[in-house]
């Protein structure tokens, strides 16, 4: 059997942060968390630095940004602050995600068809700024058609209904749907990533698809790490889907 290409991972210490924010104290600082997931072999760092600050603050992206030795993948809603601040930072990635102030997480992916002249506009501009833009989309063929006609280079799957299907048709149901998307998006001749609710038990079915680049996954890191700590929370998933990916 060929080999394929290794899987990344990009760890998303989002939730560092909002343990941080729970208090208002300095600690724990989501910058030693992305010092340490890097030691023990993030491929790169993702955190979503939303509208209301719920967790990630524009401080942890302005000294990340001159911390980080692998990549910055910085995750943000389309509007005009956020561009501002993604220009200013210039991170290597910007992942365009929707976003509700009311939501508990992200709950859907970006509506790249119903706003494609906005999406595009994001897009040039932040490729004029020197970053590489993703937009995090469902599984959804439209989507990344359309994510292919704004010029992304990327495409990150929402992976999120796959990881929260209560049975096992259901689940199913979600990864064909993931499946077919993967397909649809190397066709389109883009990089296709994916993310959002991936754990110890799920990871393995969507790191073994062999032309998804790179998996996002935060949330289920960060909480492995509060028992066992970052370098062996972090190694086990990189294990995981090492071995998945054969
Ligand atoms: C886009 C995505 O799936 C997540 O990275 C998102 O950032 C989750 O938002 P919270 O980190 O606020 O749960
Ligand atoms: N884009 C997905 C991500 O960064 C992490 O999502 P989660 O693992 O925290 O659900």
Same mark, same amino acid.
């Given at each position: 059997?060929?080999?394929?290409?290794?899987?990344?991972?990009?760890?998303?210490?989002? @939730?560092?942060?909002?343990?941080?924010?729970?208090?208002?104290?300095?600690?724990?600082?989501?910058?030693?968390?992305?010092?340490?997931?890097?030691?023990?072999?993030?491929?790169?760092?993702?955190?979503?630095?939303?509208?209301?600050?719920?967790?990630?603050?524009?401080?942890?992206?302005?000294?990340?940004?001159?911390?980080?030795?692998?990549?910055?993948?910085?995750?943000?809603?389309?509007?005009?602050?956020?561009?501002?601040?993604?220009?200013?930072?210039?991170?290597?990635?910007?992942?365009?995600?929707?976003?509700?102030?009311?939501?508990?997480?992200?709950?859907?992916?970006?509506?790249?068809?119903?706003?494609?002249?906005?999406?595009?506009?994001?897009?040039?501009?932040?490729?004029?700024?020197?970053?590489?833009?993703?937009?995090?989309?469902?599984?959804?063929?439209?989507?990344?058609?359309?994510?292919?006609?704004?010029?992304?280079?990327?495409?990150?799957?929402?992976?999120? @209904?796959?990881?929260?299907?209560?049975?096992?048709?259901?689940?199913?149901?979600?990864?064909?749907?993931?499946?077919?998307?993967?397909?649809?998006?190397?066709?389109?001749?883009?990089?296709?990533?994916?993310? @959002?609710?991936?754990?110890?038990?799920?990871?393995?079915?969507?790191?073994?698809?062999?032309?998804?680049?790179?998996?996002?996954?935060?949330?289920?890191?960060?909480?492995?790490?509060?028992?066992?700590?970052?370098?062996?929370?972090?190694?086990?998933?990189?294990?995981?889907?090492?071995?998945?990916?054969?």
């Amino acid at each position: 059997m060929i080999a394929s290409h290794a899987i990344l991972l990009g760890v998303n210490i989002d @939730h560092v942060a909002t343990l941080r924010q729970a208090r208002g104290t300095r600690y724990p600082d989501p910058i030693q968390a992305a010092i340490e997931a890097e030691q023990a072999g993030a491929d790169g760092i993702t955190l979503h630095l939303r509208e209301d600050r719920r967790h990630i603050q524009e401080r942890d992206v302005a000294l990340l940004r001159d911390i980080l030795l692998s990549k910055m993948n910085l995750e943000m809603a389309v509007t005009g602050e956020m561009l501002a601040i993604a220009e200013q930072y210039r991170p290597e990635d910007c992942c365009l995600v929707p976003e509700r102030r009311e939501e508990l997480t992200t709950e859907g992916g970006l509506d790249v068809a119903g706003q494609l002249g906005r999406i595009t506009e994001a897009c040039v501009r932040l490729k004029e700024a020197g970053t590489r833009v993703s937009l995090f989309i469902d599984a959804d063929p439209r989507q990344v058609e359309a994510a292919a006609q704004a010029r992304a280079p990327v495409v990150e799957i929402h992976t999120g @209904h796959f990881a929260d299907a209560r049975d096992e048709q259901r689940r199913r149901k979600e990864f064909q749907r993931i499946v077919e998307a993967v397909k649809k998006g190397r066709e389109a001749g883009l990089q296709v990533n994916a993310g @959002h609710g991936l754990n110890y038990q799920n990871v393995a079915a969507i790191a073994a698809l062999p032309d998804i680049v790179e998996l996002n996954i935060g949330h289920a890191i960060m909480a492995r790490a509060l028992f066992t700590g970052m370098q062996s929370a972090v190694g086990e998933m990189k294990r995981l889907m090492r071995e998945a990916r054969g």
